[in-house]
Nanobody, 123 residues
C-alpha cells in the first residue's frame, strides 16, 4: 500500500505564494506520475497539475497555468507545487495523488491519496 502525506498549506493574502510538498512511501509504485487535485467547499474535486517521474511530462489545469509550477524529486518519491499569484478562488483543500499515469493525452488518477492540506487565500 502506498502512503501519501502532504504539507505546506496555510493562509495567504491574494497575490502571495505557497509551496506544497507531497511524499509517497510504501510498496513499489506501478504508475509513472504524481499529481495534485483540489476541492473547494461545495464543489467537486478537480485536477490541478501532474508530473511524470521522468520529469519529461507535466500538465496543468487552465486555471493555474502560468501561476503554478509542479516539480518532482524521483529519488525521494516527492512532488512539489509552487503556487504564485494566488487568488481567492484558489482556496481549497489540496490533495496529492500517487501511483498515477500520465501520458501525452491524459492523466489517470492512482489509488493513493493523501489526507489533504488546506490552502486559504484572503482577498
Amino acid at each position: 500500500q502506498v502512503q501519501v502525506v502532504e504539507s505546506g498549506g496555510g493562509l495567504v493574502q491574494a497575490g502571495g505564494s505557497l509551496r506544497l510538498s507531497c511524499a509517497a512511501s510504501g510498496r513499489t509504485f506501478s504508475g509513472n506520475a504524481m499529481g495534485w487535485f483540489r476541492q473547494a467547499p461545495g464543489k467537486e474535486r478537480e485536477f490541478v497539475a501532474a508530473i511524470s517521474w521522468s520529469g519529461t511530462m507535466s500538465r496543468y489545469a487552465d486555471s493555474v497555468k502560468g501561476r503554478f509550477a509542479i516539480s518532482g524529486d524521483n529519488a525521494k518519491n516527492s512532488v512539489f507545487l509552487q503556487m504564485n499569484n494566488l487568488k481567492p478562488e484558489d482556496t481549497a483543500v489540496y490533495y496529492c495523488n500517487a501511483d498515477a499515469s500520465l501520458t501525452t493525452s491524459r492523466y489517470s488518477s492512482g489509488r493513493a491519496w493523501g489526507q489533504g492540506t488546506q490552502v486559504t487565500v484572503s482577498s
